[in-house]
Protein backbone atom coordinates (compact mmCIF):
# COMPACT_ATOMS: atom_id res chain seq x y z
CA UNK A 1 0.00 0.00 0.00
CA UNK A 2 2.65 2.57 1.07
CA UNK A 3 4.52 1.86 -2.47
CA UNK A 4 0.98 2.79 -4.73
CA UNK A 5 0.43 5.71 -2.25
CA UNK A 6 4.38 6.68 -3.42
CA UNK A 7 3.48 5.89 -7.12
CA UNK A 8 0.69 8.22 -7.28
CA UNK A 9 2.41 11.12 -5.14
CA UNK A 10 5.17 11.05 -8.15
CA UNK A 11 2.37 10.93 -10.55
CA UNK A 12 0.51 14.25 -9.07
CA UNK A 13 4.28 15.86 -8.87
CA UNK A 14 5.44 15.16 -12.36
CA UNK A 15 1.89 16.30 -13.54
CA UNK A 16 2.04 19.42 -11.84
CA UNK A 17 5.34 19.82 -12.98
CA UNK A 18 4.01 19.21 -16.83
CA UNK A 19 1.09 21.96 -16.58
CA UNK A 20 3.08 24.52 -14.87
CA UNK A 21 6.23 24.96 -17.53
CA UNK A 22 6.27 25.01 -21.34
CA UNK A 23 8.52 23.52 -24.31
CA UNK A 24 8.27 23.34 -27.55
CA UNK A 25 8.62 19.82 -29.12
CA UNK A 26 9.42 18.04 -31.87
CA UNK A 27 9.41 14.50 -33.39
CA UNK A 28 12.61 12.13 -33.12
CA UNK A 29 12.84 10.64 -37.11
CA UNK A 30 16.54 8.59 -36.57
CA UNK A 31 18.18 8.09 -33.10
CA UNK A 32 20.47 10.57 -33.77
CA UNK A 33 22.58 12.20 -30.60
CA UNK A 34 20.47 15.00 -30.64
CA UNK A 35 17.35 15.37 -28.63
CA UNK A 36 13.63 16.58 -29.71
CA UNK A 37 12.88 19.22 -27.57
CA UNK A 38 13.02 23.04 -27.27
CA UNK A 39 12.32 24.40 -24.30
CA UNK A 40 10.67 28.19 -23.48
CA UNK A 41 12.12 30.23 -20.89
CA UNK A 42 8.95 31.66 -18.43
CA UNK A 43 11.78 34.20 -17.00
CA UNK A 44 11.51 35.58 -20.97
CA UNK A 45 9.20 38.05 -22.00
CA UNK A 46 7.86 36.64 -25.24
CA UNK A 47 7.98 33.75 -26.66
CA UNK A 48 8.74 32.15 -30.15
CA UNK A 49 6.70 31.37 -32.73
CA UNK A 50 7.11 28.41 -35.00
CA UNK A 51 5.49 28.23 -38.08
CA UNK A 52 6.24 26.38 -41.51
CA UNK A 53 8.43 28.46 -44.36
CA UNK A 54 7.48 29.23 -47.97
CA UNK A 55 9.86 26.33 -48.86
CA UNK A 56 7.89 23.80 -46.28
CA UNK A 57 10.98 24.59 -43.94
CA UNK A 58 10.08 24.92 -40.13
CA UNK A 59 10.89 28.50 -38.62
CA UNK A 60 11.00 29.97 -35.37
CA UNK A 61 10.12 33.48 -35.14
CA UNK A 62 10.08 36.79 -32.90
CA UNK A 63 7.74 39.39 -34.25
CA UNK A 64 4.79 41.69 -34.13
CA UNK A 65 5.34 42.67 -30.36
CA UNK A 66 3.15 44.94 -28.77
CA UNK A 67 4.77 47.93 -26.57
CA UNK A 68 5.01 47.39 -23.67
CA UNK A 69 5.23 43.52 -24.12
CA UNK A 70 8.07 43.91 -26.08
CA UNK A 71 11.79 42.39 -24.82
CA UNK A 72 13.66 39.15 -25.29
CA UNK A 73 12.64 35.86 -26.25
CA UNK A 74 14.87 32.57 -24.92
CA UNK A 75 14.39 29.19 -25.92
CA UNK A 76 17.09 26.20 -24.73
CA UNK A 77 17.55 22.26 -25.75
CA UNK A 78 17.52 20.04 -22.71
CA UNK A 79 21.16 18.64 -21.16
CA UNK A 80 23.33 17.82 -23.91
CA UNK A 81 26.19 14.95 -22.91
CA UNK A 82 29.80 16.12 -23.15
CA UNK A 83 31.59 16.74 -26.35
CA UNK A 84 35.47 15.61 -26.22
CA UNK A 85 36.11 17.48 -29.35
CA UNK A 86 35.20 20.82 -31.60
CA UNK A 87 32.16 20.43 -34.06
CA UNK A 88 30.45 22.91 -35.95
CA UNK A 89 26.87 24.12 -36.30
CA UNK A 90 25.52 25.64 -39.09
CA UNK A 91 21.88 27.40 -39.07
CA UNK A 92 20.22 30.35 -40.93
CA UNK A 93 18.83 33.30 -40.13
CA UNK A 94 16.90 37.02 -40.65
CA UNK A 95 17.53 39.41 -38.64
CA UNK A 96 15.13 43.11 -39.37
CA UNK A 97 15.75 46.47 -37.02
CA UNK A 98 18.23 49.22 -35.08
CA UNK A 99 21.23 48.07 -33.35
CA UNK A 100 18.66 47.09 -30.25
CA UNK A 101 17.58 43.92 -32.04
CA UNK A 102 20.16 41.09 -31.77
CA UNK A 103 19.81 37.25 -32.19
CA UNK A 104 22.79 35.29 -30.15
CA UNK A 105 23.29 31.86 -29.00
CA UNK A 106 25.02 30.96 -26.09
CA UNK A 107 26.47 27.61 -24.36
CA UNK A 108 25.94 26.85 -21.16
CA UNK A 109 27.56 24.31 -18.93
CA UNK A 110 25.75 22.38 -16.17
CA UNK A 111 29.12 22.48 -13.50
CA UNK A 112 28.66 26.46 -12.93
CA UNK A 113 32.80 26.26 -13.68
CA UNK A 114 32.52 27.30 -17.27
CA UNK A 115 29.66 30.07 -16.95
CA UNK A 116 27.88 30.62 -19.62
CA UNK A 117 29.49 31.29 -23.24
CA UNK A 118 28.57 33.35 -26.27
CA UNK A 119 29.34 31.67 -29.08
CA UNK A 120 27.11 34.09 -31.84
CA UNK A 121 26.17 37.69 -31.99
CA UNK A 122 24.09 39.63 -34.82
CA UNK A 123 22.09 42.77 -33.95
CA UNK A 124 19.78 44.76 -36.61
CA UNK A 125 20.74 47.08 -39.10
CA UNK A 126 17.89 49.95 -40.41
CA UNK A 127 20.61 50.74 -43.15
CA UNK A 128 18.98 47.54 -45.15
CA UNK A 129 15.70 46.59 -46.36
CA UNK A 130 13.98 43.55 -44.95
CA UNK A 131 15.63 40.50 -45.92
CA UNK A 132 14.46 38.85 -48.15
CA UNK A 133 16.38 35.55 -48.45
CA UNK A 134 18.38 33.89 -45.15
CA UNK A 135 21.52 34.49 -44.02
CA UNK A 136 23.75 31.19 -43.50
CA UNK A 137 26.74 31.12 -40.64
CA UNK A 138 28.99 28.45 -38.88
CA UNK A 139 29.78 28.47 -35.57
CA UNK A 140 32.33 26.27 -33.88
CA UNK A 141 30.88 24.53 -30.64
CA UNK A 142 34.11 23.77 -28.23
CA UNK A 143 34.83 20.62 -26.33
CA UNK A 144 32.70 20.53 -23.45
CA UNK A 145 33.80 18.02 -20.36
CA UNK A 146 30.40 18.41 -18.32
CA UNK A 147 26.68 18.84 -19.40
CA UNK A 148 25.63 21.70 -21.03
CA UNK A 149 22.79 23.30 -23.21
CA UNK A 150 22.64 25.94 -26.30
CA UNK A 151 20.52 28.54 -25.97
CA UNK A 152 19.43 31.01 -28.40
CA UNK A 153 18.11 34.71 -27.21
CA UNK A 154 16.76 37.46 -29.10
CA UNK A 155 15.36 40.90 -28.00
CA UNK A 156 13.03 43.41 -29.91
CA UNK A 157 12.32 46.28 -28.41
CA UNK A 158 9.36 47.51 -31.00
CA UNK A 159 6.41 46.11 -33.24
CA UNK A 160 8.74 46.33 -36.44
CA UNK A 161 11.43 44.30 -35.42
CA UNK A 162 11.79 40.76 -36.57
CA UNK A 163 13.97 37.77 -35.47
CA UNK A 164 14.01 33.90 -37.21
CA UNK A 165 16.12 31.05 -37.32
CA UNK A 166 15.80 27.78 -38.98
CA UNK A 167 18.16 25.14 -40.75
CA UNK A 168 20.14 24.16 -37.56
CA UNK A 169 22.85 21.64 -38.76
CA UNK A 170 25.48 19.87 -36.20
CA UNK A 171 28.05 17.17 -37.68
CA UNK A 172 26.11 16.98 -41.02
CA UNK A 173 23.19 16.04 -38.94
CA UNK A 174 19.65 17.91 -39.95
CA UNK A 175 18.17 18.97 -36.55
CA UNK A 176 14.42 19.51 -37.29
CA UNK A 177 12.74 22.57 -35.00
CA UNK A 178 9.87 22.70 -33.03
CA UNK A 179 6.44 22.88 -34.60
CA UNK A 180 4.51 23.16 -31.40
CA UNK A 181 4.27 23.84 -28.05
CA UNK A 182 3.30 21.07 -25.52
CA UNK A 183 4.15 19.93 -22.58
CA UNK A 184 7.29 19.98 -20.81
CA UNK A 185 10.18 18.94 -18.74
CA UNK A 186 12.41 21.65 -16.65
CA UNK A 187 12.94 25.46 -17.31
CA UNK A 188 16.46 26.84 -16.96
CA UNK A 189 17.55 28.48 -13.67
CA UNK A 190 18.65 31.75 -13.75
CA UNK A 191 18.36 33.13 -16.79
CA UNK A 192 18.53 36.75 -17.03
CA UNK A 193 18.43 37.73 -21.14
CA UNK A 194 17.94 35.36 -23.60
CA UNK A 195 19.96 23.43 -28.51
CA UNK A 196 21.15 18.63 -28.54
CA UNK A 197 20.41 15.01 -27.08
CA UNK A 198 21.75 14.26 -23.81
CA UNK A 199 21.48 11.57 -21.58
CA UNK A 200 17.81 10.28 -22.19
CA UNK A 201 16.10 13.19 -22.74
CA UNK A 202 14.90 14.51 -25.60
CA UNK A 203 14.77 17.95 -27.36
CA UNK A 204 14.72 19.06 -31.13
CA UNK A 205 13.99 17.08 -34.50
CA UNK A 206 16.42 15.06 -36.20
CA UNK A 207 17.11 13.63 -39.67
CA UNK A 208 19.74 12.44 -40.91
CA UNK A 209 21.51 14.25 -44.01
CA UNK A 210 21.98 18.12 -44.85
CA UNK A 211 18.62 18.93 -45.74
CA UNK A 212 16.62 21.40 -43.67
CA UNK A 213 16.66 21.05 -40.46
CA UNK A 214 14.47 23.42 -39.54
CA UNK A 215 15.80 24.19 -36.13
CA UNK A 216 13.54 26.39 -34.92
Do not use: M
Not at 180 to 202: C, R
Request: glycine residues 6%; proline residues 3%.
Amino acid sequence: QSLTIFHIIKFLFFFCLSINTQAANGQCLNGFELACEWLHDDKSALKWVFKTDEDGSNVVELKECEYPNCGVGVITTTWLKPREQEEWISFNYKIYGTSEVYLRIYLRTADGGGGQHQIFSQTGNYAHEFPKSWTEREVLLPAVSSRHRILIKAHIPFKEAYVAVKDIVLKGNTLATIATKSESTEILPNLVTVAINATDDTFINVSSGTTALEFL
